[in-house]
C-alpha cells in the first residue's frame, strides 16, 4: 500500500536528498519545494482517505507547519523529528496518530533501552513508531541518526527487528543511500525487512513510478508499505501520478 508522507525542512514542504545533509549546517540537496504549505498537503490526503502517513521535521523551524499539518488531519497523521519521551504527548494532543522517534533513542550511538522503556511507558506501545533509516555499510544496514549523518552500533537485521517488535506499533526505514534520487527503491533491503519484520513496515527511499510499489508489494509478500517522495507530481516531480497511487490503495483495499 501506498503512505502519503509530508517532509518538513525549515518550515517548508520539500523534498530532499536523504545523504545531502552536511555537518557544518549547509542546506541539504533539495529536488522540490512546494508553494503550498503543509495543511494543503495534508487536506488532500484526508479528502482522499489516506491513512498512515508521516510528517517528518528535519531540523528546527518546522514546529508551526507540522501543528498546522496535524490540526488539519487529526488523527490521519504520526509525526517525526527531535521526538523525546518530553514532548511526545504534546504531539499527541496536536493531532498525531502516533509519534515517530529515531535520534532520540540512539545516544553515543548506541540504543537505549532505559529511553524505550521510558517513551513506550508515556506513550504506549500502540502510538509510537521507532524509525530505523539506514545507510549500507560492507553487507550490514546500519542505523543513521542526526538527519542522517551518524551511524550508530545498530544493524538492521531480523535479531533488531525482533527486539523492537515489542515495544512499538510499526516501523519506518528511510534507504537513506537512495532517499531522493528516484532511481529506484534499494530491493536487497526490501527483501531483507520483508522475511525479518513481524510489525507493520513503511519502506521509503528512491521510488520512480508506480511499478516500485508493485514491486514491494510484491518483494515482500505484501507485508512492507511505501512512501513516494520525490517522483510524485505532488511534489513536482514526472514518475508517478497522485491520482494512480490513491486509485491503487482503493482497489487493494477493495481486494482484502
Known amino acids: 500500500m501506498f503512505r502519503p508522507c509530508i517532509d518538513l525542512h525549515q518550515g517548508r ?7 545531502s545533509f552536511a555537518d557544518r549546517g549547509e542546506s541539504p540537496t533539495t529536488n522540490f519545494v512546494a508553494d503550498q504549505d503543509a495543511g494543503w498537503f495534508a487536506q488532500r490526503f484526508r479528502d482522499d482517505h489516506l491513512v498512515g502517513g508521516h ?32 514532548n511526545a504527548t504534546t504531539w499527541l494532543e496536536a493531532g498525531a496518530s502516533h509519534v515517530i522517534v529515531t535520534s532520540w533513542l540512539f545516544p553515543e550511538g548506541v540504543l537505549d533501552g532505559a529511553r524505550l522503556a521510558r517513551l513506550e511507558a508515556t506513550v504506549g506501545r500502540d502510538r509510537l513508531v521507532i524509525d530505523l ?11 543513521v541518526t542526526d538527519r542522517w549523518r551518524t551511524f550508530t552500533d545498530v544493524r538492521v537485521d531480523r535479531p533488531t527487528l525482533d527486539g523492537l517488535a515489542d515495544h ?10 537512495v532517499e531522493g534520487l528516484t532511481r529506484g527503491i534499494d530491493e ?12 507493520p513496515t513503511t519502506y ?16 515482500s509478500d505484501g507485508r ?11 511534489f513536482g516531480g514526472t514518475g508517478v501520478r497522485y491520482d494512480d497511487l490513491v486509485a491503487y490503495n482503493r482497489r487493494r483495499a477493495a481486494d482484502v
Open 168 to 177: 512499538c506499533a510499526e516501523l519506518l526505514v528511510h534507504a537513506v543511500d
Open 224 to 234: 512492507l508499505d511505501l512512501t513516494v517522495g520525490s517522483a510524485l507530481d505532488l
Open 55 to 86: 510528517v517528518i521535521m528535519l531540523g528546527p523551524g518546522n514546529d508551526d507547519a507540522a501543528r498546522l499539518a496535524l490540526a488539519t488531519y487529526p488523527q490521519g497523521l504520526q509525526i517525526g523529528g527531535g521526538i523525546t519521551a518530553d
Open 133 to 143: 533509516s539506514c545507510r549500507r555499510r560492507d553487507n550490514d544496514y546500519i542505523v
Open 204 to 219: 521509503a527511499g528512491g521510488a520512480r513510478s508506480i511499478d516500485d510499489l508493485t514491486l514491494v508489494d510484491r518483494l
Open 188 to 199: 536487497e533491503l526490501v527483501q531483507r525487512l520483508a522475511q525479518a519484520v513481524t510489525i
Open 13 to 19: 514542504v520539500k523534498q530532499v536528498v536523504g545523504g
